[in-house]
């Protein structure tokens, strides 16, 4: 058996089932035995948008994804999009072909040890065949339990050498516990404690609860407690159907009504939640609350610089059940937030501007969410950008649906649709969506060519107001000439039809409304060109560039 045969078979042990990238020397040999093996490999236009769908390909499955890249100029690509999987903590292994052993005159020689280390990557290299079942193992076991990405090298010469007599192979996942970390009952005493001094309970439900399906739980909770539930970004409308005193999202991207109610909160129950400076406007949005903090990791430090009053390293699931479990056995019943004023004052926030910017040619960007979240079923699930027109989608997107958001990892923008690809491969290619701006959408637009190839379909929103718009908005809050951050677009829709797939260009609300009927009557690989007026601030940039109280 060659190595590269080998590997191939250690990847497909540890689950591997779908790769993106792009072959050249270093990895076709690989690439072939994957084949082989009934691997199916998605084939795309850049290796940085390989990494993307491979990013999100491993948040929709909750298990590694894999992409992989020749050398040398191959993995120099993977810049960009790999710091983004990792500060996104998104486990990933990168199968990255090699120049032969030692010889650095080689055209395509790059020392792929310091660029990983630069890229924020861990590495793991394949010296010696012998070495090769065991560095597959290491990079998928890494991958997992550190949850980050992983960079595999394997120089081409190695690759071609004989393996005789391999070992069979012993997958990653037999080496982890996958038992449940039980809270210590001295510390579920302390925060029972704190909760029953507490009059004003807010819970805030991360990333972590969600991973770890802690709903019920959450939710029994919250009822035993009388208190609100906020979501971060990462976990946005979580439990939005389930109870009437949900209040969106906590932090910068929370609306006002909201905010006053969070404001009055004197105890803090965290879930999964890191609390970082963006959830609790760095301590602002709480000013008289103590912390209650559940985490898997050993110790967290919230946005305000503190650790939390109370912090419970546990499983989500088990540690809210036996909070719960010990104030109904204290008899602790509060009733806090659960009054009928909150929940008209939440049922209020809920509804529509009252008057939206009339431009001719031109959506309100509010108008053009509010129809995106009524006319697309709840199970589509969606993934949002970056950018200016990221944040009406963040605020205003209210049905409960599975939202992924990028925003704030490395604040990188074209990233969305290729995650959004990926992320659909994993979930059997169930109809999705992406909202993303212009400027980040044809940033990548070779890859839309990739979702019509292999018929993934794909509704790509672009909130089009031709121009960088984030850059707009900040010149013109500082005095500088807004104007050049403008940037002309062609008609994308047309453009997206050329390319092999749906398109249009809407200009008024109806045609907005016509042009998802249209995807929803035949989903495949679609651009709706949504044209929306610069005269709208989205909300946050309103508070952090004017310091308006909205």
């Given amino acids: 058996m060659k190595v590269y045969e080998a590997l191939a078979e250690a990847f497909v042990k540890e689950g591997t089932s779908d790769v993106f990238g792009m072959m050249g020397d270093a990895n076709m040999h690989w690439m072939n035995a994957l084949a082989d093996r009934g691997v199916r490999l998605y084939e795309v236009r850049h290796e940085?948008?390989?990494?993307?769908?491979?990013?999100?390909?491993?948040?929709?499955?909750?298990?590694?994804?894999?992409?992989?890249?020749?050398?040398?100029?191959?993995?120099?690509?993977?810049?960009?999009?790999?710091?983004?999987?990792?500060?996104?903590?998104t486990p990933l292994v990168a199968f990255c072909g090699e120049t032969p052993l030692g010889d650095e005159g080689a055209t395509q020689y790059l020392d792929q040890r310091r660029f990983a280390a630069a890229i924020e990557c861990g590495f793991i290299h394949v010296s010696r065949a012998e070495q090769a079942q065991e560095a597959v193992r290491r990079a998928f076991y890494l991958a997992r339990t550190e949850s980050r990405p992983i960079m595999l090298s394997a120089p081409f010469d190695v690759q071609l050498e004989e393996l005789d007599d391999p070992e069979e192979y012993v997958p990653s996942t037999a080496l982890l516990k996958?038992?449940?970390?039980?809270?210590?009952p001295a510390g579920i005493q302390a925060a029972c404690d704190l909760v029953q001094d507490a009059k004003r309970v807010v819970i805030i439900a991360g990333r972590g609860a969600?991973?770890?399906?802690?709903?019920e739980e959450i939710l029994a909770l919250q009822e035993r407690t009388g208190a609100l539930l906020a979501t971060t970004l990462q976990a946005k409308?979580?439990?939005?159907?389930?109870?009437?005193?949900?209040?969106?999202?906590?932090?910068?991207?929370?609306?006002?009504?909201?905010?006053?109610?969070?404001?009055?909160?004197?105890?803090?129950?965290?879930?999964?939640?890191?609390?970082?400076?963006?959830t609790i406007e760095s301590g602002y949005l709480y000013p008289d609350a103590k912390y209650v903090q559940i985490d898997t990791s050993p110790h967290v430090v919230?946005?305000?610089?503190?650790?939390?009053?109370?912090?419970l390293q546990a499983d989500?699931?088990?540690?809210?059940?036996?909070?719960?479990?010990?104030?109904?056995?204290r008899s602790v019943r509060l009733e806090g937030f659960h009054t009928d004023d909150v929940q008209r004052r939440l049922t209020a926030r809920l509804q529509p501007p009252e008057d939206y910017v009339r431009e001719p040619g031109r959506i309100d960007p509010r108008e053009a969410i509010w129809i995106l979240d009524e006319e697309l079923?709840?199970?589509?699930?969606?993934?949002?950008?970056?950018?200016?027109?990221?944040?009406?989608?963040t605020m205003h997107f209210q049905r409960s649906r599975d939202v992924l958001s990028n925003y704030g990892m490395f604040g990188a923008i074209g990233q969305a649709p290729l995650i959004a690809i990926g992320q659909m491969i994993a979930n059997g290619n169930r109809p999705g969506f992406v909202v993303e701006g212009d400027a980040s959408f044809l940033m990548h637009l070779s890859e839309f060519e990739t979702a019509c190839r292999y018929d993934i379909p794909l509704l790509v929103v672009v909130m089009n107001d031709e121009g960088l718009g984030a850059e707009y908005h900040k010149a013109k809050a500082k005095g500088l000439n807004p104007d050049l951050a403008l940037i002309p677009t062609p008609e994308l829709g047309a453009v997206a039809q050329a390319m092999g797939g749906g398109g249009a260009t809407v200009r008024t609300p109806q045609e907005l409304r016509e042009a998802l009927a249209e995807y929803l009557r035949s989903p495949r690989p679609t651009v709706v060109d949504v044209r929306i007026s610069r005269e709208v601030l989205s909300?946050?940039?309103r508070r952090m560039q004017y310091g308006e109280d909205v």
């Avoid at 996958?178 to 210590?184: E, G, H, K, V």
């Avoid at 989500?316 to 056995?329: D, N, P, S, Y």
């Avoid at 079923?377 to 989608?393: A, I, K, R």
Wanted: hydrophobic content about 40%; overall charge negative.
């Fill in 48 to 89: 940085g948008s390989g990494l993307g769908m491979a990013d999100g390909w491993a948040r929709g499955a909750g298990q590694p994804g894999v992409l992989t890249t020749t050398s040398g100029p191959g993995v120099s690509q993977l810049a960009t999009s790999m710091i983004v999987a990792a500060r996104a903590r």
């Fill in 178 to 184: 996958t038992s449940r970390l039980l809270p210590d």
């Fill in 210 to 215: 969600r991973q770890a399906a802690a709903g």
């Fill in 237 to 278: 409308n979580w439990l939005c159907d389930r109870t009437g005193f949900h209040v969106g999202l906590s932090g910068l991207f929370g609306d006002k009504a909201s905010m006053e109610l969070l404001q009055e909160a004197d105890c803090v129950i965290a879930v999964g939640a890191s609390l970082n400076h963006y």
């Fill in 302 to 311: 919230m946005g305000n610089g503190r650790v939390a009053d109370c912090y």
């Fill in 316 to 329: 989500a699931v088990t540690a809210v059940a036996e909070l719960t479990r010990v104030l109904r056995e």
């Fill in 377 to 393: 079923p709840g199970e589509m699930g969606l993934v949002l950008g970056s950018g200016h027109q990221t944040d009406f989608g």
């Fill in 539 to 541: 909300t946050p940039y």
